[in-house]
C-alpha cells in the first residue's frame, strides 16, 4: 500500500475528526497531495488540496472555513482536519498523489490510498 488514510469514524453534526494519510518518502516526498471524498451514489468530488511544500492550498467551497489540510513532509504525511462537520459531509475521503496540474480534477491524480470512511448523524 503505498498510502494509508486513517481517522474516519462516527461523528454527530458539528464534530470534528481528522483524518491522516502516511506514504513512504519515495511516493509522498516532492508532490502535491489531496483529499477527496464520495458519497454513497454521488461522484468522487476534491475536498482540497495541498502543494509540496504546502505553499499553495486550495478548498472546496462546500468546506471553506471548516476543513484544513496540512502536510508534515518530514513524516511523510497529509491531514485534513474537519471541524463544525454536518451531516452532508459523510463520504469515504481519499487521499491521493497528484502529478498533473489540476487540483480539482482526479485525472491529475496517479497513487490513492484505499479511503477512509466518515459518517456525520444529524
Known amino acids: 500500500v503505498q498510502l494509508q488514510a486513517s481517522g474516519g469514524g462516527l461523528v454527530q453534526a458539528g464534530g470534528s475528526l481528522r483524518l491522516s494519510c502516511a506514504g513512504s518518502?519515495?511516493?509522498?516526498?516532492?508532490?502535491?497531495m489531496g483529499w477527496f471524498r464520495q458519497a454513497p451514489g454521488k461522484e468522487r468530488e476534491p475536498v482540497a488540496g495541498i502543494s509540496w511544500n504546502g505553499g499553495s492550498i486550495y478548498y472546496a467551497d462546500s468546506v471553506k472555513g471548516r476543513f484544513t489540510i496540512s502536510r508534515d513532509n518530514a513524516k511523510n504525511t497529509v491531514y485534513l482536519q474537519m471541524n463544525s462537520l454536518k451531516p452532508e459531509d459523510t463520504a469515504v475521503y481519499f487521499c491521493a498523489r497528484r502529478r498533473g496540474a489540476n487540483y480539482r480534477d482526479s485525472v491529475d491524480y496517479d497513487v490513492w490510498g484505499q479511503g477512509t470512511l466518515v459518517t456525520v448523524s444529524s
Open positions: 518518502a519515495r511516493t509522498f516526498s516532492g508532490y502535491a
